[in-house]
């Protein structure tokens, strides 16, 4: 019998048997296939992961080659059972760790494979992973899966493949004749039901097949309608279940998007900071032996070396700085990309920056040939922003314009391009005339660790960072960068960043119209730029290109009478500065014409030690300091030297506290505080200065609190005092080494009303001091300190003859003592004795890592340098000091050494002072009696006690026990007034 003519419930259930055997296959067989490649995967990425964590634990073992510590590695694979067998290679291909599941055959590993997994026929699976770092190849980690999880897999797969395919077939023989029965049945029903439709006319009515083979046929008079209009009634409802499903689901892909965002975000900022602390920590891991290193070097170097030695040492010793550089330089750029550079908000003058560009360029500019030229415009110089970033962004530029450039100028200069609502927008731009760029190399020029010269035979080196820590910096200062370039001609990199205004406006200039003045320089370009900034005061400006153009200029009238100044460069062709100027000072006519020598910072101290010199103006020239110039010339008061004298009667009667540790800063401020005829009470440490308060009212008027000292910093002491005094009672001001405003915040917010930072100034020291006694109503309103005047640079004449000190700025340390020679020859002593053993003690510190304590010794170097005008160790204590901050010292404590080495070397051959000659025979009662104003002066820790003893010094000198005699002078000298009562006391038992 054939299927045709098979009985329908017949045809039915084997034709439904059939389909469902059909399908059932496939999807079984399907959903088996999907199992086994789900296990394959599964392992796959089990073997894959294994090899990533043990690849990466074993980067250390094969960088320093400890077969160990790689085999301790491998050994953790034994908490995973699928890892049968690994074998960790080095970079030349040998074993260098091995781990075996015990009971495995020695098989060979396939070592050729390339990276990634490799399935065997046997159901083994191997996992090749190059351990790479920073692209270079460290080795290879291959690991083997044993078969067993794939077999394993395979048969469950196969049972229930056979069990699926068994209940299915029976479920669906079942459902076919249950379906059989509910369709074969209902077919006399359904014609019934065709019928009374067709005359009743109810189209809602449902109808039921029978097994009678006529369904068909009356299904078709019948469902016609019905089944158009059931359709769009199930379609029109499908469509609002799956447009409510539809929302709910887009309400939940929403949320969780949002957390998932949510989470990448904590993520990422998890990683940023990962990487940041991973960046610091390896920077100082880094320092640290690179810190021997150095050490070792500089001590190698100071040995006796064959001439080939000492070469390979320099070399090894210029690496290691280049290397801490580029640390640092990395450190910069993650911080940028990171998002974790702060922008100070502080008032900070454009001048000020310019000038630190010369300090810290100029020489080095000289020194090639080069002019470094400051050019701005007519406009405000005082903002509010980020002077370190700004100056940090300027030094990379001039840096990189004296590394690419041979001959001819850098010119910095600055403009306002707009200001708006207390805005502006202010362009700075940097122009050298060195080597150039090409269009190709310009547009990849910031990009990180990219120069504009990649080849392997580069002549200048770096490290390509710089640029791009300059473009990320002016962006956060909401700025762009760009740079014009021509091969052969220069380059001009230029960026404007946005600035407020400053909290405390700028006084303007004085302009000084009518004013003529001379300027004599071969370069063209200072020629402009010097006489841009004459003509922005209102003064007329001849320019001349040689000394003997200048002499024929200042001969055409008579006796130089057109002219109120002449501005002579030093080095030019045919006839120098000088021995122009020595013309014009050989002409009794024009004698008392002002000259003022313009030279490098390196050649100053030269010019000023020639006899012809009496005026020099460092370059490069900025334009406030050549408006204080003007001003001087225009008042009549150019001083042929330098003239300080006493401040004046300012501070009369004041009663002044002064806490501070450092022998040379006490000496210091004693004498500014007696030439101001103050009442000085001096402490050593921030818990003699609140132990000095003993009532309730303030026994002082004020206080100089140093911020840095032993027992009790400045700070904390403030805070104590703070607790009883407020400051419309006790005025606090704070002296301290650092300028930053995060320590001027710090000092206001423990309650200090001013800061003053080291080097101390001696006119804003008694200046500050009377504003501040005047607000709280101790001096009377109007009183201002009577300063001498301030000249542009001494005369040499005018110095002590038998000092001959070549690292110290010899006027720098008079000017804050007002020409007192006396006591800077005591005060140089005194710090040659003190800072004796400071580097083997900041050595011994150092190597402990105990930088902490290093920094203090270096922050206690750094104020009292400044003050005796030691500048380039202040300058280099400056720098280690935030090096140290860092917890490292590299390059600058090279630096700090070399800096401290000849100042002390010169002060151990200064000459001592003069013995005080003795004085006149005094009684034993009248001794006695200055020996008790002595005593009292060191019980309240007078200052005065200083010149007390240099009135006794005579008398005490004939004393049979001189060794207590110079002890006591010593801690008087030293401020060590408690020690000072000691020897007092032996000395008073000695004279009676």
Sequence with gaps: MTFRNLPLRAKLVLLQATIAFVVLTLLTGLALYQQLENANVRVDRQLETSAHLVGANSLSALEFLDPDAATAVLGTLSTEPLVELAELRDASGQIFAIYRVEGVPDEP???????????????????????????????????????????????????????????????????????????????LRLINAVKHVQTSEVLGERVTVDRDDELGVLSREFNQMLEIIAARTKETKRARDDLEQHKDDLEQTVADRTAELRDAIVAAEAASEAKTRFLATMSHEIRTPMNGALGM???????????????????????????LILIDEVLDVSKIEAGRVVLEDVDFDVEEVLRELGVLYGTRAGDKGLELLFHTVSMPMRFRGD????????????????????????????????????????????????????????????????????????????????????????????????????PGVGSTFRFDISLAAPGELQPHGVMLDGMRVLVVDDNEVAREVMSGMLSSFGVDAVVVSSGEAALDAVHDTPAGAGFDLVLMDWKMPGMDGVEATAAIRADNRLDSLPVVLVTAHADALLAARHPVVRHVLEKPVSPSRLHDALMDVSASRIPEAAAPGPLGANLAGARILVAEDNQTNQLLISQLLEDADAEITMVNDGQAAVDAFTGERAEFDVVWM???????????????????????????????????????????????????????????LVDVTVRLLTAIGRLEPGVAPVAGPAPIAPRVEDLPADLGLTHIDVADGLRRLRGNHALYRKILLGFGREQMDLEAKVRADVAAENYLAARDRVHAVRGAAGNIGALELYRASSDLETALRGGSAGPELERFYASLAPVLDELAAL??????????????????????????????????????????????????????????????????????????????????
């Design 706 to 764: 140093d911020i840095q000292m032993p027992r009790m910093d400045g700070r904390e002491a403030t805070r104590q005092l703070r607790k009883r005094f407020s400051k419309n009672v006790l005025p606090i001001m704070a002296l301290t080494a650092h300028a930053s405003s995060d320590e001027h915040r710090m000092c206001i917010e423990a309650g200090m009303d001013d800061v003053i930072t080291k080097p101390l100034d001696p006119d804003r």
């Design 387 to 486: 002077p370190v970033r700004l100056r940090q962004v300027l030094a990379n530029l001039v840096d990189n314009a004296l590394k690419f450039t041979e001959s001819g100028e850098i010119i910095v200069g600055v403009a306002l391009l707009q200001s708006a609502d207390d805005r502006y927008r202010v362009q700075f731009s940097v122009e050298d005339t060195g080597i150039g760029l090409t269009e190709e190399q310009a547009s990849r020029l910031f990009s990180p660790f990219v120069q504009a010269d990649d080849s392997t035979t580069r002549r200048y080196g770096g490290s390509g960072l710089g640029l791009s820590i300059c473009r990320g910096l002016v962006e956060l200062m909401d700025g762009s960068i760009d740079v014009r370039s021509k």
């Design 297 to 323: 070097i500089y001590l190698a170097l100071r040995t006796d070396l064959t001439a080939r030695q000492r070469r390979y040492l320099e070399q090894a010793q210029s690496s290691a700085k280049a290397l």
């Design 911 to 992: 000459a001592p002072l003069p013995e005080a000659p003795a004085g006149p025979p005094v009684d034993a009662g009248e001794l006695t009696e200055r020996l008790c104003e002595l005593r009292r002066m060191l019980e309240v820790g007078d200052t005065k006690a200083l010149k007390h003893m240099d009135g006794l010094w005579g008398q005490l000198a004939e004393l049979s026990d001189g060794d207590h005699v110079a002890v006591l002078r010593e801690c008087v000298d030293a401020f060590a007034f408690d020690e000072a009562l000691v020897a007092l006391a032996a000395v008073e038992e000695a004279a009676s």
């Design 109 to 187: 590993l396939d070592r050729e494979a390339p990276p990634g997994v490799l399935h065997h026929s046997d159901g083994r699976a191997q996992f090749v992973y190059p351990v790479v770092q920073d692209g270079e190849s460290m080795g290879v980690l291959i690991l083997r899966a044993s078969p067993k999880p794939r077999q394993e897999a395979t048969r469950d797969a196969m049972v229930g493949f056979v069990l699926m395919l068994i209940v299915g077939l029976t479920l669906a023989i079942g459902l076919a004749l249950l379906l059989e029965s509910t369709i074969s049945g209902p077919v």
